[in-house]
């Protein structure tokens, strides 16, 4: 998400007529100082050839590249971390590939950028050390028992085109939303809840317990809503 707007041809010109303006009004010392003052369409040169040079650059880094090669990382702009891209995976290999297992990956979480916190991502990366292919969506628990908490619903518009297949050490993503805002009356404190996740046939046995990023997080049952599992936060389908 672009935050600033850059503009090198606005701050070149503005140099350069500041600099003619000074030479302008101090030509006689000049002369008398150095014998003959800079021609002020020499310095506007220079500064235009500088700010060129200092442009490219600019663009050199702000495009992650340098003499080295290119960065492998991908950035999240919805939650603000850094992750590995995922490989590609063939069509055979996903279909091989078994339901993970809440066995087969380990589950974060984290807070979303902004205050206050309406959203957590969670984050499941496989730690099998084979492939398996993440189901549907996290089964949520924010209550002291899986078996009695409310159960959070899904966003459609969130489901992913393609399975989301993990291979050895890479990681998946979901979005979930914990309230509206704010902590009120309707909001309780919640320091870890549970996680589950789906077998082929329907919610798997067992549940992961995943602790609350610092400070805990306040959740509104009654607004809660989660993302399916997905390769990266995408703008719109993540966004609820």
């Known amino acids: 998400m672009r935050t600033s707007i850059r503009r090198p041809a606005v701050l070149a ?12 009004a101090c030509g006689d010392e000049g002369t008398k100082d150095n014998g003959a003052a800079t021609p002020a369409a020499t310095v506007a040169a220079t500064v235009a050839a500088s700010t060129d040079a200092g442009t490219s650059s600019s663009a050199t880094a702000a495009s992650g590249t340098s003499g080295s090669g290119t960065s492998g990382v991908v950035t999240t702009t919805q939650v ?28 974060s979480a984290a807070k979303q950028p902004g205050v ?8 499941a990366t496989n730690v099998s050390g084979r492939s398996c292919t993440l189901l549907q969506y996290p089964l949520l628990a924010f209550g002291e028992l899986p ?24 990681p998946a993503y979901a979005a979930v939303r914990i309230n509206n805002g704010g902590v009120d009356e309707k909001t309780h404190t919640v320091r870890s809840f549970y996680v589950n996740l789906f077998a082929a046939d329907g919610p798997a046995e067992g549940s ?33």
């Open 208 to 240: 992961e317990t995943v602790i609350a990023p610092k400070g805990g997080i306040a959740v509104d049952d009654a607004v809660a809503k989660t993302g399916y599992w997905t390769y990266e936060l995408r703008n719109g389908a993540d966004e609820f």
């Open 116 to 123: 206050p916190t309406t959203h957590i991502t969670l984050t």
């Open 13 to 24: 010109a503005t140099a350069v007529a500041a600099l003619s303006l000074t030479l302008t």
């Open 147 to 170: 078996q009695t908490s409310k159960d959070v619903p899904p966003v459609a518009k969130s489901k992913p085109g393609t399975p989301i297949v993990l291979n050895a050490g890479t």
């Open 80 to 107: 603000g971390v850094k992750k590995k891209t995922p490989s590609k995976t063939s069509s055979k290999a996903r279909a091989k590939a078994p339901a993970c297992t809440v066995g087969d990956v380990k589950i």
